[in-house]
């Protein structure tokens, strides 16, 4: 089981670019999640969805989209990437909302 | 809104010395989950305690739910060098009826000296 796949890894973007970070799970989960983390903090959540076709925004959704087509696939678009958008971002999935969470390896996100 | 505080925030530890974080929330929770964070990596799921002053025992590492449902601990006996990494708690996020992802503290560094 591959679990949570996160692409890419890494990724440095300039100032004013656009990205898409992909997020795929195989768990059949409903409920999936986009959170940042910045250095020494905890995990923000920016945007989460309940199902497929169904998200709303987190704590800290400004600059960033999301849409989930499907059960399996969750992507987070970054419009205009500003350096405040540097940071760690995991994509997370769970079979219930509000318990064990699977995390993705991570995309680490550098803006310029 | 709701909040999740953890303290300390860094604890330097003697390779072998007990080791304990504490997690309080500003809300009742259903339930309080631990994850631990290595170095480099993702948060990876620990345990969930459900029921009001709740015990559980994973090898070394001890959790407990508070009688109120607000509180939490971890504690692990006798450090090891594989222990080093960040420990985050982290409780249901409520909103209007029912729970939209999770809240986490901002986790405790633990650092491990040989």
């Known amino acids: 089981n591959a679990g949570v796949t996160q692409t890419p890894k890494f990724r440095i973007l300039k100032i004013g670019q656009s990205m898409t970070l992909q997020c795929t799970q195989d768990m059949n989960h409903n409920y999936m999640y986009w959170y940042r983390q910045d250095p020494g903090m905890g995990l923000k959540l920016i945007y989460y969805s309940v199902g497929a076709g169904i998200t709303d925004k987190g704590e800290v959704p400004n600059g960033y989209n999301v849409s989930r087509s499907t059960t399996e696939d969750f992507p987070l678009r970054l419009e205009l990437a500003a350096p405040s958008q540097t940071s760690v971002y995991f994509c997370?999935?769970?079979?219930?909302?509000?318990?064990?969470?699977?995390f993705g390896q991570g995309t680490r996100l550098t803006v310029v | 809104g709701q909040q999740v505080m953890q303290i300390p925030q860094y604890q330097h530890v003697q390779e072998g010395e007990d080791f304990t974080t504490y997690c309080n929330s500003s809300t009742t929770l259903s339930n309080i989950q631990w994850y631990k964070q290595r170095p480099g990596g993702h948060p990876v799921f620990l345990i969930q305690l459900v029921k009001s002053g709740e015990v559980k025992k994973q090898k070394r590492l001890t959790f407990q739910f508070g009688e109120a449902k607000k509180n939490s601990s971890l504690h692990i006996t006798a450090t090891q060098t594989t222990d080093v990494g960040t420990y985050f708690c982290?409780?249901?996020?409520?909103?209007?009826?029912?729970?939209?992802?999770?809240?986490f503290g901002k986790g405790t560094h633990l650092i491990i000296q040989p």
């Open positions: 997370a999935s769970s079979d219930r909302s509000g318990e064990q969470a699977f």
């Open positions: 982290a409780g249901p996020t409520m909103a209007g009826g029912g729970a939209d992802g999770l809240t």
